[in-house]
């Protein structure tokens, strides 16, 4: 069964307080790794995808990296506009009975920056 | 493109009650999905389609039906609403096999009381 596992569950920083957040995934054949940012009562909004191990993807103060195991979302210099909840999801690459379809989603991380 | 639109934002439904979610996608996007979102927990996928006229189930399938006659539309029906099916509703959608990012809506917030 795929899995994905978000840490920390929270994180605060200082505006300028550069961090990760960590992405742990099990996947059979990893057909994608997706990151989205979701504010409140609002839906997720796409921001990388990642399909093998070494990608990076840069948007902004925002960098997404993966390994075999996890993915990290790097925050350079973050803003208050870039609090929000960072949910991680992956595609397994595996056909069988329509599971390839499907995204598994962790928990999310929520961030909050602070002025 | 508005992208993929969701009705209605917010509704409050007594047990026993039925109602229809609606989902749009004007991007021409041939997959779409259910997924229900609770408090603290990750977005859990209800039903899927691959097109008009093909649909099937995701994890958490009990309690809902869908259908999906054209390629723009795909409303999730709840029959005999109970309080677990309160929850955050979001369609998604994606263009096709070789490309693999969903697009979300901004969801529907359901009570049931």
């Known amino acids: 069964e795929d899995q994905v596992t978000q840490s920390p569950e929270a994180l605060r920083l200082q505006e300028g307080e550069s961090s990760s957040l960590n992405c742990s995934y099990t996947v059979s054949g990893l057909r994608g790794l997706f990151w989205y940012r979701q504010d409140p009562g609002k839906g997720p909004e796409f921001l990388f995808t990642l399909y093998s191990a070494g990608e990076e993807k840069e948007k902004e103060r925002l960098k997404a990296t993966i390994t075999k195991k996890e993915s990290f979302l790097h925050i350079t210099a973050p803003k208050p506009e870039d609090s929000a909840t960072y949910l991680c999801a992956v595609q397994a690459g595996r056909n069988s009975g329509g599971s390839n379809y499907k995204l598994t989603f962790g928990k999310g991380t929520l961030l909050t920056v602070n002025p | 493109n508005a992208g993929v639109t969701q009705t209605p934002k917010f509704r409050i439904l007594k047990i026993g009650q039925s109602m229809t979610l609606q989902c749009a996608q004007d991007?021409?996007?041939?997959?779409m999905y259910w997924y229900r979102q609770d408090p603290g927990m990750g977005l859990k996928l209800i039903y899927y389609s691959v097109g008009a006229g093909i649909t099937d189930k995701g994890e958490v399938p009990n309690g809902y039906n869908v259908s999906r006659s054209t390629t723009e539309d795909f409303p999730l029906r709840l029959e005999l609403a109970a309080p677990s099916q309160t929850s955050v509703y979001f369609c998604a959608s994606r263009p096709g096999t070789r490309q693999e990012t969903q697009y979300f809506g901004p969801g529907t917030r359901l009570l049931v009381l």
């Open positions: 991007m021409n996007h041939n997959y």
